[in-house]
């Protein structure tokens, strides 16, 4: 939801008459739409502002306005940070509701709707107090942009119609209205839809009395958003991509379907309004604006599939976008653009058009993902759509290219746009910028003369399995007619069935997936003894391990690794001799989890192995491995191997993602920071191993989350489970996998796991992939 279009003139109708030259000058830049005129302006006149706090407070404000539509998150938090704790010092209840109605609307703006909506409560308080309509509109207004975020739509439509009433008595109508598109919004989700036809006549007869400015092209804008996902929303019902609430009993919050008179109406306000829009925009020279409206006109009618229509505006949108730096607007018309050429048929052009798209979206990715990285959709709708649109281009261009190095070309940008997409998920779901600096510093595995090793490289797309294999620093690539549907149905039965100990009816998929994936690229396996999976979406729940070939699992002919992206901390061997072991677990029952009795055996065994072969080792068990003593111990000591025999959970939510600790939970973050802490924080921990994780059945984000934890960590790799394994199982696995590292010289870490799975697979008790195929190798492999 924007927020800034009307913020201005609340600000302007409670400062005072002295304000400065600088300040109106700010006000006229922020006007016309140029904000970073703006902010010099006030950010100018605030360094002169000493001991006028009202003035202050006004202009903090207004920086914060700015701020928010240029996307300057950290900016927007600190000036209204400031602003409000100016207003308590001076109880000016008006200023501080509005500098808290702003702030409501920044958090909502990065996803934190419920911290928004305690804004807005007290917002709302603050502006009860001053019983003025204008600042009670806006209060409302704010109040119900969370509320609906939050999806308590019938609260916040009675949110809205306050903020219409208080705007109407104070003679605001542009607010009246904004507040009626948005409550239009929340009609949609919340009532019939002929009900939010009405509202959307009677907004739409509203609107069209106000005078023409920018905030009535903003509103046009908004109202023609609204429509046009309805439109969008429609098309996919029609083409059977979405369920509908008749389909499922009338259930709430699902898409429902436009008939042929609210369709003709929908679409003609959608083009009216957008039009109008450019034209307001237009006269008023405010290119970005104008760039929105052609954009949506495009959109519109890349929906009713009259392409030649919709390359004209798409056209007209990238034009004005370029007039000024606007590159946040500018990809997504590039991307229509390219969507555009492929419904055409153009591949060449599509793909041109898509490079444009992923060129100018690759360096502001990180300020979406951050600044709005709790937003969800963010990724899913804008990050990987563009960069996996334009590998799916050229992989298609690879397909039918006969000229070999032109070919290869092809299928490493392919590779380099996909990887874009896997640095961003990680990204966004650690939540953390650090991740992709952390990789920033790392090298590409296809880059590397890596003999005996394959890549493999999954691309699930929607219409075929793209199966890519790099031997040599040289890509091959397989297609395969199995739509991402069909994929990902085959992977959830077989991760279940993997699980189910009494039974083998996992069988039937494995060998289907191992027809897929592997017998495809088997010809370019000869010389190969280990496979490295870069898995694909819902690929990362399953261990490839576990394909079967009709005779033996996979693991028993190649030893496997996995990494979430081809960037990587350089590949090495651990230097035993010079390293020291971290033994930390839990064998007793805490936290309401059970106890782990082979715990202490576990860690005994290990310690048993490495003595006299390493530089040292120490336990932390049960009470020993709190998470102070943890702290501590890594704050005093330099580790290269970290083993950690306790419960972790890994969930599609970060902050639900933890290892058990005695007496507390150590998230991800909380884990990052006290490996930092140790005096190898200039060089990475060799080896992580979490010996009893789990991650839900049918969760591929909590398994992103899994295969990302050694570059979280900042480790060189990691041992992960993907499921619980029995107790037993879990000590024999470990136990002979250090063994077979420490004992075999020269073997890699991808080899001992091998032999220590194998071991167990000839074992009638444990052959079942239950007990073996959880143990992940994450990251390097040597």
């Known amino acids: 939801m924007k927020i800034i279009g009307k913020f201005l003139i609340f600000i302007i109708g409670i400062t005072s008459a002295a304000f400065s030259v600088a300040i109106q000058t700010g006000d006229t830049f922020f006007q016309n739409g140029n904000f970073q005129q703006a902010i010099k302006s006030w950010e100018s006149e605030l360094s002169q502002l000493d001991g006028q706090v009202s003035q202050k407070i006004d202009v903090l404000t207004r920086l914060a306005a700015a701020y928010q539509a240029v996307g300057m998150h950290s900016k927007v938090f600190n000036a209204l940070s400031e602003a409000i704790e100016l207003t308590q010092q001076t109880s000016d209840v008006a200023r501080s509701a509005i500098a808290l109605s702003q702030l409501s609307d920044a958090w909502l703006s990065i996803g934190d709707a419920e911290e928004a909506l305690v804004l807005a409560n007290d917002s709302l308080a603050d502006a009860e107090a001053t019983k003025k309509p204008s600042i009670l509109a806006r209060a409302a207004n704010s109040q119900g942009n969370a509320l609906a975020i939050l999806e308590y739509y019938p609260e916040a439509m009675e949110a809205y119609k306050n903020s219409i009433s208080s705007a109407k008595q104070a003679g605001d109508f542009t607010l009246a209205t904004k507040a009626a598109i948005n409550k239009l919004n929340a009609t949609v989700y919340a009532e019939p839809l002929d009900k939010a036809m009405e509202i959307l006549q009677e907004t739409w007869q509203q609107l069209q009395k106000l005078p023409d400015n920018r905030d009535k092209a903003a509103n046009f804008i908004s109202m023609g958003t609204i429509v046009l996902g309805l439109l969008q929303t429609d098309k996919l019902i029609q083409e059977g991509k979405l369920l509908t609430k008749d389909s499922l009993d009338n259930s709430n919050n699902l898409p429902q379907t436009l008939n042929s008179s609210d369709k003709k109406t929908a679409l003609l306000n959608t083009y009216t309004a957008f039009l109008k829009a450019a034209e307001i925009a237009k006269n008023l020279q405010d290119n970005r604006t104008t760039s929105v409206a052609y954009g949506h006109l495009g959109e519109l009618y890349e929906i009713e599939k009259r392409y030649s229509e919709a390359l004209s505006f798409t056209r007209q949108a990238i034009f004005f976008a370029k007039q000024g730096s606007y590159p946040h607007i500018l990809y997504r018309w590039y991307w229509l653009q390219g969507r555009i050429f492929k419904a055409q048929q153009e591949l060449d052009l599509a793909i041109d058009a898509f490079r444009s798209a992923s060129d100018t979206l690759k360096p502001i990715q990180q300020v979406l993902e951050i600044g709005y990285r709790r937003l969800p959709g963010n990724f899913a709708n804008v990050v990987k759509p563009v960069h996996y649109g334009l590998a799916d281009l050229l992989l298609q261009k690879a397909a039918i290219t006969n000229d070999d190095q032109a070919k290869q070309d092809l299928l490493l940008e392919a590779v380099e746009k996909a990887e874009l997409v896997k640095i961003a998920e990680l990204q966004e779901y650690f939540q953390d910028e650090c991740v992709s600096a952390l990789q920033s510093k790392n090298i590409r595995l296809d880059r590397l003369a890596l003999p005996n090793i394959a890549i493999l490289y999954p691309l699930a797309l929607s219409d075929r399995l793209i199966v890519l294999v790099n031997i040599d620093g040289k890509f091959y690539q397989v297609v395969v007619p199995v739509t991402s549907e069909e994929l990902n149905k085959v992977v959830g039965d077989f991760r279940l069935g993997l699980q189910t100990r009494p039974n083998n009816r996992f069988l039937y998929q494995a060998k289907q997936l191992y027809n897929w994936l592997i017998r495809p690229i088997e010809s370019h396996l000869t010389n190969v003894d280990t496979i490295v999976v870069v898995p694909d979406g819902k690929l990362r ?133 006290i490996i930092g802490l140790g005096r190898f924080r200039d060089k990475p921990l060799e080896l992580l191993t979490l010996s009893a994780c789990k991650t839900a059945v049918g969760d591929d984000r909590a398994a992103l989350g899994l295969a990302g934890v050694a570059i979280k960590a900042g480790a060189r790799s990691a041992v992960a489970t993907l499921w619980f394994v029995d107790d037993e199982a879990t000590s024999i696995a470990i136990s002979d996998f250090y063994k077979e590292l420490l004992n075999n010289t020269g073997i890699s870490k991808a080899k001992a796991l091998q032999k220590a799975q194998k071991k167990l697979i000839a074992q009638e008790r444990y052959w079942h992939p239950a007990y073996w195929a959880p143990f992940l190798l994450i990251g390097n492999w040597l």
Do not use: C, R
């Not at 033996?552 to 230097?575: C, D, H, N, R």
């Not at 010079?578 to 106890?595: H, M, N, T």
């Not at 330099?638 to 902050?655: M, N, R």
């Open 541 to 673: 729940m399953i261990p490839l391990s576990t394909l079967h070939d009709g005779n033996q699992f996979l693991i028993e002919k190649y030893a496997m690794a996995l990494t979430p992206g081809l960037q990587l901390v350089a590949p090495q061997s651990i230097q035993w001799k010079e390293s020291e072991i971290l033994l930390a677990g839990l064998s007793e029952a805490v936290q309401g989890y059970p106890a782990l009795p082979n715990v202490s055996k576990e860690l005994n065994n290990i310690k048993a192995t490495t003595k006299g072969n390493i530089a040292g080792n120490n336990i932390m068990l049960n009470a020993e491995y709190s998470l102070e003593n943890f702290n501590n111990n890594l704050k005093n000591n330099e580790y290269s191997v970290i083993h950690l025999a306790t419960h972790g959970e890994f969930d599609s939510d970060p902050e639900q993602t933890y290892l058990l600790t005695y007496d507390n939970k150590m998230t991800m973050d909380k884990l990052q920071s």
